[in-house]
C-alpha cells in the first residue's frame, strides 16, 4: 500500500489560514468614541471670533463637576432604577465633564457673543461673568430618554453680584448610542440658553461696587491715623432671581 503525501506548500497554506482565523477570533471588538461638541464646532463659534477683539463682556467658564459614577470614559448606561451597565466599547472622546464644559463654552460664546478667557489674562474694565456648573445627575437611558440635572450659578466679579439656579433637561431619544448622544447634546444646548438667559440678566442689573479702603483687605474695617477704628460698612452680594425660560417641545427645565 502506498501512502500520498501532500505537499508542503499547501499544508504550510493550511496551517497560515488556522493561525489568522484563531487570532481574528480573539480580536477584541472595535471601540466607538463619542462628543458632545458638533462637527461645526468652529463654525458655530466665528462669529464671536470675529468680535472677539472688543465684547461687551466676557465669561469665565469654570471645569464642571460631574457625578462620580458617570466621571469616566465608558458610557454608563441605566438599565433600571438602581442598575446600571459600563459599556466599555461605547467611549466618550474625553471625559464627561470636559465634554460638557467645551459644549457648553462653544455655545455661550456664540450665544453671548464673547469669548471664554477661563484661565487666561484678560483686560481690565471689561465685566468679567463667572460660569460655575455642578451637574448633580447625568443620566442615560437608552431607547428612552437622556437628563441633565445641573445647579449653575453666574457671578459678576466686579460687584460680586450672583445668581444660583437649577436646571432639570429630559430629551426623548430613539434607539442607539447615537441618538443618546444627540439627547445628551440637546440637553447641554437647553443648559447654556438658560445660562446665557442669566448672564443677560446680570448684565442688567444695576452695579454695586463695594467700598474700597486702604490698608484693609477685608472690607469690614481700617485703622485711622490716630489709632481708632473706621468701620466700613460694605454692602452683601446682592442676589438676582433665576431668568423664566421657556423649555423646548423635547425638554423640560426647571429654575429656582
Same mark, same amino acid.
Given at each position: 500500500?502506498?501512502?500520498?503525501r +501532500?505537499?508542503?506548500?499547501?499544508? %504550510?497554506?493550511l496551517?497560515?489560514?488556522?493561525? !489568522?482565523s484563531? /487570532? =481574528?477570533?480573539?480580536?477584541? #471588538?472595535?471601540?466607538?468614541?463619542?462628543?458632545?461638541?458638533?462637527?461645526?464646532?468652529?463654525a +458655530?463659534?466665528?462669529p464671536?471670533? %470675529?468680535?472677539?477683539?472688543?465684547?461687551a463682556? !466676557?465669561?469665565? /467658564? =469654570?471645569?464642571?463637576?460631574? #457625578?462620580?459614577?458617570?466621571?469616566k470614559?465608558?458610557?454608563?448606561?441605566q438599565t433600571?432604577a438602581?442598575?446600571?451597565?459600563?459599556?466599555?466599547?461605547e467611549?466618550w472622546?474625553?471625559?464627561?465633564g470636559?465634554e460638557?464644559?467645551?459644549?457648553l463654552?462653544?455655545?455661550?460664546?456664540?450665544?453671548?457673543?464673547?469669548?471664554?478667557?477661563y484661565?487666561?489674562?484678560h483686560?481690565d474694565?471689561?465685566?468679567?461673568?463667572r460660569?460655575?456648573?455642578?451637574?448633580?445627575?447625568?443620566?442615560?437611558?437608552p431607547?428612552s430618554?437622556a437628563l441633565?440635572?445641573?445647579?449653575?450659578?453666574?457671578?459678576s466679579?466686579?460687584?460680586?453680584t450672583?445668581?444660583?439656579?437649577?436646571?432639570?433637561?429630559?430629551?426623548?431619544?430613539?434607539?442607539?448610542?447615537?441618538?443618546l448622544?444627540v439627547?445628551?447634546?440637546r440637553a447641554?444646548?437647553?443648559?447654556s440658553?438658560?445660562?446665557?438667559?442669566?448672564?443677560?440678566a446680570?448684565?442688567?442689573?444695576p452695579?454695586?461696587?463695594?467700598?474700597?479702603?486702604?490698608?484693609?483687605?477685608?472690607?469690614?474695617?481700617?485703622?485711622?491715623?490716630?489709632?481708632a477704628?473706621?468701620v466700613v460698612?460694605?454692602?452683601?452680594p446682592?442676589?438676582?432671581?433665576?431668568p423664566?425660560?421657556?423649555?423646548t417641545?423635547?425638554?423640560?427645565?426647571?429654575a429656582?
Open positions: 500500500m502506498t501512502f500520498r +501532500r505537499p508542503l506548500r499547501r499544508v %504550510a497554506a496551517a497560515t489560514v488556522a493561525a !489568522l484563531a /487570532l =481574528a477570533g480573539c480580536a477584541s #471588538p472595535v471601540s466607538h468614541f463619542y462628543t458632545l461638541s458638533p462637527t461645526d464646532d468652529a +458655530r463659534t466665528q464671536a471670533a %470675529a468680535t472677539s477683539g472688543n465684547p463682556w !466676557l465669561i469665565e /467658564l =469654570a471645569p464642571v463637576d460631574v #457625578p462620580p459614577q458617570v466621571a470614559a465608558q458610557f454608563v448606561v433600571d438602581t442598575q446600571v451597565r459600563v459599556l466599555e466599547q467611549r472622546a474625553s471625559m464627561p470636559d460638557i464644559r467645551r459644549a463654552s462653544g455655545d455661550l460664546t456664540q450665544q453671548l457673543n464673547t469669548i471664554d478667557v484661565g487666561s489674562p483686560p474694565g471689561v465685566p468679567v461673568y460660569v460655575s456648573v455642578n451637574v448633580q445627575r447625568f443620566e442615560s437611558w431607547g430618554h441633565i440635572d445641573a445647579v449653575w450659578s453666574v457671578r466679579l466686579d460687584s460680586q450672583v445668581m444660583t439656579c437649577r436646571s432639570v433637561l429630559n430629551e426623548p431619544v430613539g434607539d442607539g448610542y447615537d441618538a448622544v439627547g445628551h447634546r447641554v444646548a437647553s443648559l440658553q438658560a445660562i446665557s438667559s442669566g448672564v443677560r446680570l448684565a442688567a442689573a452695579r454695586v461696587s463695594a467700598p474700597v479702603t486702604g490698608g484693609s483687605s477685608s472690607g469690614s474695617s481700617a485703622s485711622s491715623k490716630g489709632g477704628k473706621a460698612k460694605v454692602k452683601p446682592v442676589s438676582i432671581a433665576c423664566q425660560v421657556v423649555p417641545a423635547q425638554s423640560a427645565g426647571s429656582g
